[in-house]
């Protein structure tokens, strides 16, 4: 298992290496082959839990640079949501991200109980996503420790993640699972103003993103192909379309087999999303990760 892993790994790099990401996704061959190992499920899920964050990247991806009164989510909202989501399909990784979620704890012991309750076998791995600047209260820890599916994943930024090497240091003592990730620059996905270019273009970047592969986002209830479609969204940037989103709260998925339907449609969407006429997300360019914005960003 181990030894394929690795495998689909290098021809992953290949193939991006390459440049052949928007041919393969563009044939059906990825969703097909994706389809056939995990069957009625979402790969991976990103789940936002708050808007806030300990610092403001400029380069967010997520686009939390952007939130002037960032807010938590309500716990019980995204419970409900969850619990109709898993529902009608698995998760394979399960992300909880925000902003910072160690910023509103209570909802995240709220949502790692509801996990740990009545996901088993629903959820395979729940990664909580964090940039190491806040100790976690032990409640929160064993809350965790409680849930052998719960990784902590920090994202190592220098200086700025000034917890990281206590954090580490408890998870070590009560045997939590954790990882650092020491990414050495971030790619940039530019601003949000409309490209002035051809359809086929657009259409090519969706087709080789790794975000819509790879970051499946429910947010404020409704589930999205990437985050940055989601806070565009939620930030009034850009208008909703109907058929780019599923509202997991419309009484029209109350039954589990509609709504998967959905998400399965939403998931193998071949033609690009209005979102990605104001990403650059294959620029090729690279960024300082990090980098620190004094206030937040007004979208120009
Ligand atoms: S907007 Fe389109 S190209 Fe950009 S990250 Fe999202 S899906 Fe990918």
């Known amino acids: 298992m181990h030894i394929q892993k690795k495998i689909l790994h290098v021809l992953a790099s290949l193939a991006r290496g390459l440049h052949l990401w928007p041919f393969i996704a563009r044939s059906g061959l990825f969703n097909r082959a994706r389809r056939r190992k995990y069957p009625d499920t979402i790969v991976h899920l990103d789940v936002v839990i708050t808007e806030c964050c300990t610092l403001r990247c400029r380069d967010c991806s997520n686009l939390m640079q952007y939130y002037h009164k960032p807010e938590n989510l309500d716990a019980e909202e995204m419970v409900t949501c969850l619990r109709r989501l898993l529902a009608s399909v698995k998760v394979n ?15 995240l012991i709220r949502i790692l109980e509801y996990l740990r309750d009545e996901t088993d076998g629903r959820v395979n791995e729940i990664d909580i996503i964090t940039n190491g600047t806040i100790v976690p209260s032990e409640e929160t820890l064993n809350t965790v420790t409680k849930d052998p599916r719960i990784k902590i994943v920090f994202s190592n930024y220098g200086e700025l993640s000034s917890r990281l090497e206590e954090l580490s240091s408890i998870c070590d003592n009560k045997g939590i699972r954790y990882e650092i990730v020491n990414d050495d620059f971030w790619w940039d996905f530019g601003d949000l103003r409309i490209r002035d270019e051809k359809q086929s273009k657009t259409q090519h970047r969706y087709d080789g993103c790794y975000s819509r592969r790879l970051c499946t986002t429910l947010y404020r209830g409704k589930l999205y192909i990437c985050p940055r479609q989601a806070h565009a969204i939620n930030l009034g940037i850009i208008p909703e379309v109907k058929d780019e989103i599923v509202d997991v709260k419309d009484p029209l998925f109350d039954d589990p087999s509609v709504l998967h339907k959905a998400v399965d449609i939403l998931i193998d969407r071949r033609e690009c999303i209005s979102t990605c006429k104001r990403c650059g997300c294959d620029s090729g360019k690279k960024v300082s990760r990090a980098v620190q914005a004094e206030r937040p960003i007004n979208v120009s």
Do not use: I, N, T
Request: proline residues 7%; charged residues 20%; glycine residues 14%.
């Open 93 to 107: 990784q399960l992300k909880l991200l925000g902003g910072e979620p160690f910023v509103c704890q209570k909802s």
